[in-house]
């Protein structure tokens, strides 16, 4: 419905009629922006805004004023689309404006990108920004899990892992990367890593990898196993997309494809796709940074049939606002479905990429939400439905 039809006098006259459902611009008019404006959600700042017909004005999610009757609301994507349809900005929440919450992940953002290149002291990443060190710390950590300290030693660690991989001897990388001594960096490899620098000088380099593929509703599985475990999924269209992927991941392993003594193995996994609740019984050979683990085994205990938001993710690992950190974890996962990223959504409940096809991840999280799961093994409801349900 074009906006014209839907606004006429936007300060005087309710558009609809009293009509229950809410009117959008071309947007989802789902349950979970409602839901979103009913909390006050600082996360969905910015990925819409809401108008009210008797006020004439347009608010962003977070607004800290009353909550307006459902039919006098109009959503819309972008605030020049209110104002296009005669609604003027909140004089409160300023929604042409930065949020809060959007000002600080600009401010992390840009601290970011200065330690890259290399450690900085505390007071001079605050005054760059403009703010306390005291708030600066804070908001850092609430907004990628770690300290301005320990994000620095992480980049440090990663470029000397990176140039291992390039070749480059180990006491050519830790001084290149900024570590003061070679003590230091061996102490660190082994603490980060649980390995030793020579070990991070490859992909699976010393390691026996086993890959096997194998059809599913959702295209080939491609399963990579070491002697540790399941150590990475793929879903793809064709076998030697997987294939060449595991390849690529594991590029100085011994790389050898998977006969009948893998078929139960693979059919097991396989078998997880279709039915997650076998997920939990497969032996995982999960790799990944500190925080990444984190949220990767929060992942594992979100509900089979519900979705969480990154957000959500955040706070369950004790790391409130780190919801950027968490959606990059999400995206660095290698172990598809058995590791379920694909339950993790966008704040307003759309779905947000996934490695292996949006359409993929609708199609798990419709398939793990289906009637048919309810009884004992089943959880029930979304998680927007699950906040309606109080």
């Known amino acids: 419905m074009a906006m014209s039809e839907t606004v006429k006098s936007p300060a005087r006259t309710p558009p609809g009629g009293g009509a229950a459902a809410l009117r959008t611009s071309g947007v989802p008019a789902d349950e979970a922006r409602w839901t979103a404006l009913c909390t006050r959600d600082a996360e969905a700042d910015g990925a819409f805004v809401y108008a009210v017909a008797t006020t004439g004005v347009y608010c962003r999610p977070s607004c800290p004023s009353r909550r307006p009757l459902r039919r006098n609301v109009t959503l819309f994507d972008l605030p020049r689309e209110a104002e296009a349809a005669g609604y003027r900005p909140c004089r409160r929440c300023k929604p042409t404006e930065l949020s809060t919450a959007q000002r600080n992940a600009a401010m992390v953002e840009a601290a970011c990108a200065r330690l890259a290149d290399g450690p900085l002291p505390l007071d001079e990443l605050a005054a760059a920004a403009g703010v306390s060190a005291h708030h600066f710390h804070r908001t850092f950590k609430a907004h990628t899990g770690t300290t301005p300290a320990q994000y620095a030693r992480a980049l440090r660690a990663r ?4 140039a291992l991989a390039a070749g480059e001897r180990p006491a050519g990388a830790a001084f290149a990367a900024g570590f003061a001594s070679l003590s230091r960096f061996y102490d660190e490899a082994a603490e980060r890593f649980a390995l030793a620098p020579a070990a991070l000088a ?8 086993v890959a096997a593929a194998g059809p599913s509703p959702l295209g080939m599985v491609t399963a990579a196993f070491s002697r540790s475990g399941i150590a990475a999924v793929r879903l793809t269209d064709m076998a030697a997309e997987g294939r060449a992927e595991i390849a690529a991941q594991f590029a100085d392993a011994i790389l050898i494809d998977g006969g009948p003594p893998f078929a139960t193995l693979l059919a097991d996994v396989i078998a997880a796709v279709g039915e997650p609740a076998l997920a939990a019984e497969l032996p995982l050979d999960i790799r990944g940074t500190a925080f990444e683990e984190r949220v990767w085994a929060a992942l594992r205990q979100i509900p089979i049939g519900t979705t969480a938001s990154y957000a959500e993710v955040a706070a369950a690992i004790g790391a409130p606002g780190a919801h950027r950190a968490v959606a990059k974890a999400c995206g660095a996962n290698r172990i598809a479905v058995l590791v379920p990223c694909h339950r993790v959504v966008r704040a307003d409940g759309s779905l947000a990429g996934y490695r292996w096809g949006v359409e993929r991840k609708r199609a798990l999280i419709a398939a793990e939400a289906a009637p048919e799961r309810a009884g004992p093994g089943a ?12």
Not at 159 to 162: E, F
Not at 202 to 209: F, N
Not at 379 to 390: I, V
């Open 159 to 162: 470029r000397a892992s990176d």
């Open 202 to 209: 490859g992909k699976g380099r010393g390691e026996v990898i």
């Open 379 to 390: 959880h029930g409801t979304t998680r927007t439905e699950a906040k309606h349900d109080g």
